[in-house]
């Protein structure tokens, strides 16, 4: 292998090292700041809690949210590929693509909801110091669309 093309494919390899590292990490247990979410015309849980373990290319969500109506939990496992992977989520089925732009996150899922579908597009940022996850989501009903804006604290 001739000099140059040694030193291209290090190259090559350095940078795609250095995009893989650029990637932030969601793994953790996480707590939502209520004071710092918006969730819009949608009702506000009590608590919300979640726990992340994110392996690229996986990602495992555990949530857990409490409210008048009592305590849910769901789990979702997703693959950050671009493809799209189905979860259940009680008996509804939730279509789901998850890919990154740049740093951010973007989790991409359609679900059948009352008359029609429900989409939610929903974008994470992880703060430089890794205590605070943002997730921006829109969602669009039969009825109308709305946008919440989750903060999350690391425990």
């Known amino acids: 292998m001739s000099m140059s093309l040694r030193f291209a494919a290090l190259l090559a390899a350095a940078c795609g090292l250095a995009l893989a590292q650029d990637k932030p990490n969601f793994s953790g ?9 918006d969730y819009g015309t949608v009702p506000k849980p009590e608590k919300m809690t979640r726990k992340i373990e994110h392996v690229e290319p996986n990602l495992r ?19 950050i590929d671009g493809k799209e992977r189905v979860n259940k989520l009680g008996n509804v089925e939730v279509k789901t693509t998850i890919g990154w732009d740049g740093t951010v996150l ?3 899922s359609k679900r059948p909801f009352q008359t029609g579908e429900l ?15 943002t997730i921006r989501t829109h ?16 425990q």
Request: net charge negative; proline share 3%.
């Open 29 to 37: 247990e996480w707590k939502m700041n209520a004071e710092k979410s």
């Open 106 to 108: 973007c989790i991409d």
């Open 139 to 154: 969602i669009a009903a039969p009825r109308g669309a709305t946008d919440i804006t989750l903060v999350l604290d690391k």
């Open 61 to 79: 969500i555990v949530s857990t949210q409490s409210g008048p109506r009592g305590e849910t939990s769901a789990e979702l496992k997703l693959t």
């Open 119 to 133: 989409v939610t597009q929903e974008r994470w940022t992880l703060a430089g110091d890794g205590k605070t996850l």
